[in-house]
């Protein structure tokens, strides 16, 4: 079972940046889908990111387009989520997951929750001043 941890979390104030880590330690990312989602209180899980193992397959929630930007790193085996222009509809939980994809798909990749099987505990984001 892939083992998923966040880390990067905090509070910042608005127009700040954090950039978010999601780390695996048994098994390689690079046959994962990963995305990463939200979720603030009140409200549903919400995908922000993907990325697909095919180079070049991510996707962007439009209220962060510009903003967030996903990559992985081989050699440490996590995928990052680097958060600029921070506002305070970006405050929630957010958590990594990933889906096993041991070939690249043609299709972009997706943010639909169900389809992921391997969740991270999550960490909070707080916007705020």
């Known amino acids: 079972q892939l083992q998923l941890v966040e880390s990067g979390g905090g509070l910042v104030q608005p127009g700040g940046s954090l950039r978010l880590s999601c780390a695996a330690s048994?098994?390689?990312?690079?046959?994962?889908?990963i995305g990463w989602f939200r979720q603030a209180p009140g409200r549903e899980r919400e995908g922000v990111s993907c990325?697909?193992?095919?180079?070049?397959?991510?996707d962007y929630l439009d209220s962060v387009k510009g903003r967030f930007t996903i990559s992985r790193d081989s050699v440490l085996n996590a995928v990052y989520l680097q958060m600029n222009n921070l506002k305070p509809e970006d405050t929630g939980v957010y958590y990594c997951?990933?889906?096993?994809?041991?070939?690249?798909?043609?299709?972009?990749?997706?943010?639909?929750?169900?389809?992921?099987?391997?969740w991270g505990q999550g960490t909070q984001v707080t916007v705020s001043s």
């Open positions: 997951a990933a889906v096993y994809e041991p070939r690249p798909v043609q299709d972009l990749c997706g943010m639909t929750p169900t389809d992921f099987t391997s």
């Open positions: 990325s697909g193992t095919r180079p070049g397959s991510t």
């Open positions: 048994e098994f390689s990312l690079a046959f994962y889908a």
